[in-house]
């Protein structure tokens, strides 16, 4: 049996996705915990290696396991074995074929920032507090300009092995609620770091350091040294993944 | 100069507000933070001794010190030497005379459980996961059973040094948001754990346990020993304090 798995995931006290000498990860815990439930070494294949610090409100896998329990049963049961920092959501039956890291069409990230002087202690593990105010209507038009299917190593951090730097990207979109500012990003891939590499150049826009006529040049020179800073990776989460 | 000080704090990681010897407080890291702002020991009065794992929108305390820096500077100071999961939001000066516990003229906490089969990771440091789905419409009832000037014998844990028993519960208000029910009480005063033993009662009616009317009988018999269980911490956040 071919089985996708759904989770969501507070990254906080994680290594990232992907099973690394270094630190705890989420695939490692989830296969751990599989193995408990399965009686066998699993391995899965995650959609997106999302890295240290960052959340999920749906990362999808797959793994080939024989198993008697009931197809809808399985997030139940591996919830007794995984931490509630990990929830498995949801668990069907795929064809032989599926893969879940090669298959998606789309992906959606959100970012969130806290705009205000003082950071909240409930929101403080998934947002970037940032203390200067922000002009959200230039953050707007420059996200804006983002999109489409372009070159974006300008938003690629170095030690990157994509095949190619061309990737579309369907939606950038820059909403304030209150002192919350969310950042929307849809696009068929991204490369390592890309979310982030937007979020933080759209802060520069925001806070005057770049014009929304400097973000074009940025991408059309492709150097990743004239865009702003890596956001942090709390703020950042997987939103949604379609296949 | 006397100052008051409003924090918010996600309680996870700490032995409640009182300083103790057996582990972290809030009170504590807060005198340490004061200390290094002002350079001498502070010892801070509080609104409330919030029990390990609870949390706080709003707690106010009172401190005596002379300082230069300008009183509404306070929380932008002392927040460089806070943890991220405690924010001094507010201070201002006040008379001589008053007292952040003595003077508090109403308390309102809220306390929230997540009603469905798996627990979420974005809320599960903020929520009591309870799977089994609960009656929301007799924990209504129940709860307006509840108000009223009282002796709440029967919703006090042991180890109280209350000199009276009494309280004025004025609102104990059940509400439904989709998984999440909320519920807010507002009193002059509240007994140790007299929250979460509402709480636990409440949820006791909602499976089923209790009826509405066994909840009155219960008060009337002053027996903590028939009422629900004391629902875990981190559910519950102090709302408001009204001086």
Known sequence: MNLKLT?????????????????????????????????????VTGCSRTDAGVHALMHVSNF?????????????VLNQQLPEDIRAVDCTLEEDGFNARYHTKEKTYRYRILNCEHNDPFLSRFVWHY??????????????????????TAFMASGSSAKTTVRNLKR?????????????????????????????????????????????R?????DRTLGGVTAPPQGLRLEEVVY
Not at 28 to 39: C, G, Q, T
Not at 66 to 74: A, D, G, L, M, Y
Not at 193 to 211: C, E
Request: aromatic share 6%.
């Open 218 to 222: 940025i991408l059309e020179e492709k």
């Open 64 to 76: 080939k396991c024989e198993t008697s329990i009931p197809v809808h049963k399985i997030p139940l």
């Open 172 to 216: 950038v979109e820059v909403e304030k609620d209150g002192n919350l500012i969310t950042i929307t990003a849809t696009a068929n891939g991204f490369l390592y770091n890309m979310v982030r590499i937007i979020v933080g150049t759209l802060v520069y826009v925001g806070n005057g350091k770049l014009t929304v006529d400097e973000v074009a």
């Open 131 to 152: 203390p200067i105010k922000l002009d959200v209507d230039a953050m707007k038009k420059a996200a804006e300009s983002m999109v489409g299917e372009k070159d974006f």
């Open 7 to 43: 989770l969501k995931y507070d990254g906080t006290e994680y290594h990232g996705w992907q099973r690394q000498p270094n630190g705890i990860t989420i695939q490692e815990i989830l296969e751990d915990a599989l193995e408990k439930v399965m009686k066998k070494k699993i391995t």
